[in-house]
């Protein structure tokens, strides 16, 4: 029998009874109250943010826009390999500061130097801003890294959770093909794989368990601008070779888009790709930003993260 765990389920009722009572007032989503509603919920439920040696906010140059970065380096004196996160939120919402307690946490647990990416969102900067800031911090990297001395591994991995996890799905695909740009590892976290909505666990958790479908149909239509077809923006339905990095990927049960994660396992094993795949039985979608009502499963995404990267 399917069931929500026990830690989450009355912080979920009450939740759900809030957000009916904002509806029923007249409430209106915008991306205002998207970016504030992940920011206080992380901010509420993430409160431990460890020290880490080095932290410095930098820009990456690229020929469309400089991103800004916020990079973590957990051991200055040391020459460490670079963990890129891209961080979730709908392609809305969330943000280098959201996602810090969260960045300081992969850094001290995988002793890589983390680069958070703080890339375009939507509806001011639709499809493909991200995806492009995306692959030019993955491309350029290496230069801010070299202007400011910092000791590194020339060794790279990506990382993300939700949008972010269909930033690393769709750049590790770009990346296939592109002599000039070598992924060690991927690494997604309940990512967001198939924009044409079609899978089971769409409409099996399709509401009640905080990402319902009705947001995630809101997100695709500020973040697809143009008449994009959802079938070829898609993760899941772009090209599968050998050449995309060993994967890591969670998925949660009582998650809209836990099935396109685990067809994406499927896919990625069928070209002979390496995948570990980890599912959480009785989590919901970001169950990483509550951390403080799951912090035995946070830890475990963080150590299975830490071994996976860290495997010879």
């Not at 750049?171 to 296939?176: D, F, G, W």
């Not at 479908?213 to 070779?241: A, M, R, V």
């Not at 499963?297 to 010879?312: K, M, P």
């Amino acid at each position: 029998m399917r069931q929500v765990s026990p830690k989450l389920q009355p912080w979920l009722d009450a939740f759900n009874k809030q957000i009916q009572q904002l509806i029923d007032s007249g409430f209106k989503s915008t991306p205002t109250n998207a970016r504030e509603g992940l920011a206080n919920l992380t901010k509420a439920l993430v409160t431990a943010a460890p020290d880490i040696a080095w932290i410095q906010d930098d820009l990456v140059t690229g020929t469309e826009f400089d991103v800004p970065v916020r990079i973590y380096h957990p051991d200055p004196e040391s020459s460490l390999p670079v963990l890129i996160y891209y961080h979730g939120g709908g392609h809305m919402a969330g943000s280098i500061t959201v996602y810090d307690p969260i960045c300081r946490k992969l850094a001290n647990a995988t002793q890589h130097i983390v680069v958070s990416v703080d890339y375009r969102l939507a509806p001011e900067c639709p499809y493909p801003s991200g995806v492009n800031d995306a692959y030019t911090v993955l491309q350029n990297i290496w230069t801010t890294l070299n202007n400011r001395n910092i000791p590194y591994q020339k060794t790279i991995s990506i990382a993300g959770d939700s949008g972010g996890g269909a930033l690393v799905a769709t750049v590790s695909q770009r990346a296939q093909n592109d002599k000039t740009v070598n992924i060690n590892k991927q690494v997604m976290i309940y990512p967001s794989l198939d924009y044409t909505m079609n899978s089971a666990s769409i409409e099996q958790n399709a509401k009640g368990y905080l990402l319902e479908k009705s947001k995630i149909e809101w997100y695709f239509e500020n973040y697809f601008q143009h008449g994009e077809d959802p079938l070829l923006t898609s993760p899941l339905y772009c090209e599968f070779t050998d050449n995309l990095p060993k994967t890591l990927l969670f998925t949660a049960e009582f998650c809209p888009l836990r099935d396109e994660g685990i067809a994406y396992c499927d896919k990625a094993k069928q070209a002979g790709v390496s995948v570990q795949h980890v599912h959480f039985s009785d989590m919901i979608h970001a169950f990483l930003n509550m951390e403080d009502l799951v912090k035995e499963e946070c830890d475990s995404v963080y150590q299975t993260i830490a071994n996976f990267l860290n495997q010879h």
